[in-house]
């Protein structure tokens, strides 16, 4: 079962635009990860954000956390065309640490 | 490292018809992860590895679904008898996890895509 959900559903951006991505989920978690997959590929990860940071920065990417609301969402900034893919957010919670995927917000950007 | 490598890429089979997906972990990894995903019901977890033994199988979806991890660099899925519900394409992840005390980080194979016909 899907513990996070990711909004929208499908984001089409011009290049150069920045787009973000939102993931709510129903019980506390651990971690959040986030996961980008290219077409026909497997998923690669792009970054953690654990329960008690609030925000986290990679290169062009800006994740932050509202644990008091249960979502996080990931900012891609002046996005290009190779940044067109599925993303997807990834929670841990209890002692498990598995992480549970969401459905994926697919990303089209147009050069 | 060559990273996670998954075989085959592709398989189309007939329903009733042996599957066995392999999965060649990342050296130094003691956590392995098998995923399926559809359209339908996205990205699911079917069992997972610590340490090569088997920790997790509640999202295995029946007894027609085996998986093995006879050692740290191999593991097997198996389908049998196949049935066209388990079109699909199955991704085998592994990480540095520690088997409960920290973030797993998942490197995921390019995935085997399996078409039962």
């Known amino acids: 079962s899907q513990q996070g959900e990711e909004d929208p559903q499908a984001l089409s951006i011009q290049e150069g635009e920045n787009a973000t991505m939102n993931c709510s989920y129903k019980t506390s978690i651990n971690n959040l990860q986030w996961y980008r997959q290219n077409s026909g590929r497997g998923l690669v990860h792009l970054i953690l954000?654990?329960?008690?940071?609030r925000e986290k920065h990679s290169g062009r990417l800006r994740v932050t956390l509202d644990t008091s609301k249960k979502s996080s969402s990931l900012l891609i900034t002046a996005s290009r065309a190779a940044d067109t893919a599925s993303y997807f957010c990834a929670t841990d919670s209890g002692g498990s640490y598995i992480p549970t995927f969401g459905r994926g917000t697919s990303l089209i950007v147009h050069p | 490292d060559a990273g996670v490598i998954q075989s085959p890429r592709h398989e189309v089979t007939e329903m009733g018809q042996e599957v066995t997906l392999r999965c060649k972990p990342i050296?130094?990894?003691?956590?392995l992860f098998w995923y399926r995903q559809t359209m339908m019901r996205g990205l699911e977890l079917l069992i997972y590895?610590?340490?090569?033994?088997?920790?997790?199988d509640s999202g295995m979806p029946e007894d027609r679904f085996s998986a093995k991890m006879p050692n740290a660099s191999f593991s097997t899925l198996k389908i049998q008898p196949s049935e066209p519900r388990d079109s699909a394409v199955y991704f085998c992840?592994?990480?540095?996890?520690?088997?409960?005390?920290?973030?797993?980080?998942?490197?995921f194979g390019a995935g085997s895509r399996l078409t039962v016909l």
């Open positions: 992840a592994s990480s540095l996890g520690s088997g409960g005390s920290g973030a797993n980080v998942l490197t």
């Open positions: 590895f610590n340490n090569n033994v088997p920790i997790d």
């Open positions: 050296s130094g990894h003691n956590s």
């Open positions: 954000i654990r329960s008690n940071e």
